[in-house]
């Protein structure tokens, strides 16, 4: 393969399960094999629910756990806006 792009792969997810399932493993192994860096933004919901049980922290821990010594930086999204146009700018300030 060639050199690795000098651009940060970006990953904008949920990722609301106790493991990585096939489906995510496969997400960040494709942006890994592409990109020196990976930032994965992860949705944090206002508060825990059945829908959203697990806390930031403990789905950062699952990425790192899976992952370990790997160049992935893991960032709470707080709330990305609904709009595209505003949650890409959201987006573009994390990447900065």
Do not use: W
């Not at 493993?25 to 494709?30: H, K, N, S």
């Not at 049980?53 to 699952?62: D, G, H, N, V, Y």
């Amino acid at each position: 393969m060639a050199e690795k792009a000098e651009s940060i792969g970006v990953i904008v997810a949920r990722f609301q399960v106790p493991e990585l399932h096939e489906g995510h493993r496969y997400t960040i192994d494709y942006v890994l094999e592409r990109h020196k860096k990976v930032l994965i933004i992860l949705g944090v919901a206002p508060v825990l629910s059945e829908r959203n049980p697990l806390s930031f922290e403990m789905r950062k821990m699952i990425i790192e756990a899976a992952y370990p010594g790997r160049d992935i930086r893991i960032a709470a999204s707080n709330s990305l806006p609904s709009s595209y146009g505003d949650r890409s700018r959201r987006i573009d300030e994390f990447i900065r």
